[in-house]
């Protein structure tokens, strides 16, 4: 091989060499781009996830409100020739639900669960708490 041929096989290989880091760099920017639009679909499934488990969980209330119904309107029409019902509620106070039952001729609270002096002694419970534990030492 003559010194000239040497030179341009040399030549030739800088030439391969310059054009394949040049191709390394676009595929790497292409990677780049491609992981970026990949990262940017799984947060808007991760968000459509979010968004569907919120409704499920909505749905799923809403079917627990109707079932709950259903079951006192069951519980009262059985209750019926007792000359009871029984009524629901929730006091504020102390985050409580209750449930009276009720004569239905002269709608006195035959009984109350948990009794009244039950739900005081709950929020009376909570203030202790929250002045032992609220407080800024």
Do not use: C, W
């Amino acid at each position: 091989m003559s010194i000239s041929q040497v030179t341009n096989q040399q030549n030739f290989t800088n030439l391969q060499n310059v054009g394949g880091s040049e191709g390394r760099q676009d595929s790497l920017s292409q990677d780049t781009t491609l992981t970026q639009k990949v990262k940017m679909e799984n947060e808007k499934a991760a968000q459509k996830v979010q968004q569907e488990g919120t409704h499920v969980e909505k749905m799923q209330e809403q079917v627990q409100k109707s079932q709950l119904k259903e079951l006192v309107d069951n519980m009262n029409k059985n209750l019926d020739p007792f000359n009871t019902s029984l009524k629901f509620g929730f006091e504020d106070k102390s985050d409580t639900y209750y449930v009276s039952v009720i004569d239905t001729n002269t709608n006195d609270v035959i009984r109350k669960f948990p009794s009244e002096d039950a739900m005081k002694l709950s929020v009376k419970m909570k203030e202790l708490v929250g002045m032992i534990f609220d407080q800024k030492g």
